[in-house]
Antibody, heavy 123, light 109 residues
């Protein structure tokens, strides 16, 4: 069974750094891209970026390029989303999700999702 | 590139619900659909316009025409009440970017 288990809720202050994680199991970690999706309170889904754990190649949404860093550790089958200086506007639920396309063609779609990590940033 | 969904759709139990998603990139890329209930992670309910993942009820179906993809739920049930998001991919030789629609709240009357 494919599983993505995210780290727990975080409460931080503006300017602090943060790394949240997404630990996977049940499939070949290095064969599938993993994406990150933001959902601000009461709002819709926003794609942040995606990583291929096989070689750590990443793609970012222009909206998030330079604002966050996506990484992965093959040895522990875990993907990460990192901020160096949080802002109050980063308050949101963050989801990791597996891209089922296997990188074939232009398609990307997310067949398995983590439970989400709520990040709250106070100013 | 944008994907446009109606903010809300209301339907009585047992009636069909149709949720549309429109955008130029859908003329050359597939559409995908996710269902999200309050406090839960999204769930994939349709991929490549018309393909239903295992475990998704047969009353869910998808179609595509031109720049619009449609998710149809035949015989809506109370458990279908949720937010539904369409998704596609904007791509060129140098980039691929996931695009989500704004979401549609399906209310079962």
């Amino acid at each position: 069974e494919v599983q993505l288990v995210q780290s727990g809720a975080e409460v931080k202050k503006s300017g602090e750094s943060l790394q949240i994680s997404c630990k996977t199991s049940g499939y070949s970690f290095t064969s599938y891209w993993i994406g990150w999706v933001r959902q601000m309170p009461g709002k819709g889904l926003e794609w942040m970026g995606i990583i291929y754990p096989g070689d750590s190649k990443t793609r970012y949404s222009p909206s998030f390029q330079g604002q966050v860093t996506i990484s992965a550790d093959k040895s522990i089958r875990t993907a990460y989303l990192q901020w160096t200086s949080l802002k109050a506007s980063d308050t949101a639920m963050y989801y990791c999700a597996r891209d089922d396309s296997l990188g074939i063609g232009d398609d990307i779609w997310f067949d398995s999702w983590g439970q989400g990590t709520l990040v709250t940033v106070s100013s | 590139s944008e994907l446009t969904q109606p903010p809300s759709v209301s339907v009585s139990p047992g009636q069909p619900a149709r949720i549309t998603c429109s955008g130029d990139l859908l003329s050359k890329q597939y559409g995908y659909w996710y269902k999200q209930k309050p406090g839960q992670a999204p769930v994939l309910v349709m991929y490549k316009d018309t393909e239903r993942p295992s475990g998704i009820p047969e009353r869910f179906s998808g179609s595509s025409s031109g720049t619009t993809v449609t998710l149809t739920i035949s015989g809506v049930q109370a458990e279908d009440e949720a937010d539904y998001y369409c998704q596609s991919v904007d791509s060129s030789d140098t980039y691929r970017e996931v695009v989500f629609g704004g979401g549609t709240k399906l209310t079962v009357l």
